[in-house]
């Protein structure tokens, strides 16, 4: 894999530099990047960007509970041993992880990983439950974290602006469970653990100047899911939505909105994937990357990932 990435051989991350070439952005979150202890992959990756004319000096990544072993049964089969009996879902630790990447430097010192938070102390905690008892267990419950990948809260020192703070996370698809709704309520309560951040909930938090990004994995307009975190984190004041619009998916389902290509007609094309400024930023621009996909371009976003790069310009 390595190899792959210096010698760009690979076709998936080919078509992965040339959609972020196309976007050109200051900071990027990348989702589903595995995550190894010494950071080669992730220094691979930054290396094979300056082929397409893009500067990351600046990194962030840690261990994502992804793939984490927990030597219990977490999903409730009666088995042990499988990557659905890691923290999250994950044949490896570190399996599709999360990286920062920045032109401006990062304060990594200043860095809030909320990672290790258990799901039963989260502030009114939806733990699922089946026949009155806890699933799939109380001693699994009892070690259980709330992230499937990660929160975190990434400072980035910008010129002329000064601190800029990344909210950023990837929140567990609401689907692949039982009647129990272990992964439905999971994706709630990872979408409103920021409601709680930004209410000072869990110590000091940014008044101004943040953004949160990531894969939330919810649709408030379709799809699975409990749709009250992704709907009151959509109409939060303190945030803005610019509505990222693309030609592709309007082509595609008429809807510009969407930003995942899945399945069709289940789970069909949705909008997961958000970029939301504090209130405090003048928004220039947003769209997602997503062109026709008879062009170039556009199959190269095909071949890259089911999830399209979104973007949004913003400004003080």
Known sequence: M???IVRGEDPQITATLQVIAEAHPDVLVLQGFDYDLTGAALMAYQRALTAWDIEFP?????RPN???????????DGRRGGPRDAQSYGRFSGQGGMAVLSRYPINTDAVQDFSAML????PDALLPHEDDEPFPSEEAQAIQR?????????PVDVPDIGRVTIMTFHASPPVFDGPEDRNGRRNHDEITFWQHYLAGTFGPAPQD?????GDFNQDRRGGEGIKTAITTTLDDPRLQDPMPRSTGSDIMTGDPLDTVDWDDPIPGNLRVDYVLPSADWRVLGAGVVWPDPETP?????????RHRLVWVDIAR
Do not use: K, P
């Open 297 to 305: 371009l556009g199959q190269a976003v095909e071949i890259a990932s």
């Open 58 to 62: 600046y990194s962030f990544a840690a």
């Open 119 to 122: 799901w039963r102390d989260f």
């Open 2 to 4: 390595l190899r792959d």
């Open 66 to 76: 992804t793939g984490m072993a927990t030597g219990l049964d977490m999903d409730g």
């Open 209 to 213: 100047q943040f953004v949160l990004m």
């Open 146 to 154: 709330l992230s499937t990948t990660a929160h975190w809260v990434v």
